[in-house]
């Protein structure tokens, strides 16, 4: 397997849990968000609001497309890199992809009072707003290799069943 990429929406603790993967295997981590900031010298809500989505999403694209060139690391990604399909072709081609999921009423309590560094959810309702994206989004995860309901369980224990999985599937089938 080259790397091992991290989708899932907003709050779904891509991040977190990637970090903790990341330990546990031994691999260097990054995250799509980090590198756009650091590349950017700007922070999230400051792109969004310079050059609008469209801005953020093509510099999203170039970063993954070249982060898709490393191998053997985990990378987390932003909560909307799935809608465009391009993206979606290259985690395929570059990797194994686990989805984060996690009920609307979790990620409502996790989201709470987070809006202001997530551009997408301000505005009157950040609640609505989740709703809404979470509905324009149905479906759009669901094609990775493996999907893990984070809702109630422990970083820890999120961590424990990927490796599992990858750990199982590297001994069936050498796919790791
Ligand atoms: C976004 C999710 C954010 C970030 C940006 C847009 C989205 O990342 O990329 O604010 O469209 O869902 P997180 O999923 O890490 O919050």
Partial sequence: MSNLYLIGFMGSGKTTVGRRLAERLGWPFTDTDE?????????????????????????EQAVL????????????????????????EIMKESGRTVFLFAREEVLLGRLAEDEEVRPLLQGDSPSARIRQLLQERRGMYEWADLTVDTSDKSVDAVVGEILQHFGRADRNDRAV
Avoid: H, Q, Y
């Fill in 65 to 88: 497309l070249e982060l898709s060139g490393r191998a053997g690391w985990v990378i987390a990604t932003g909560g909307g890199i799935v809608v465009r399909g391009r993206n979606v």
């Fill in 35 to 59: 590198e756009i900031v650091r590349r950017e010298g700007m922070e999230i809500p400051e792109i969004f609001s310079k050059g609008g989505e469209a801005f953020f999403r093509d510099l």
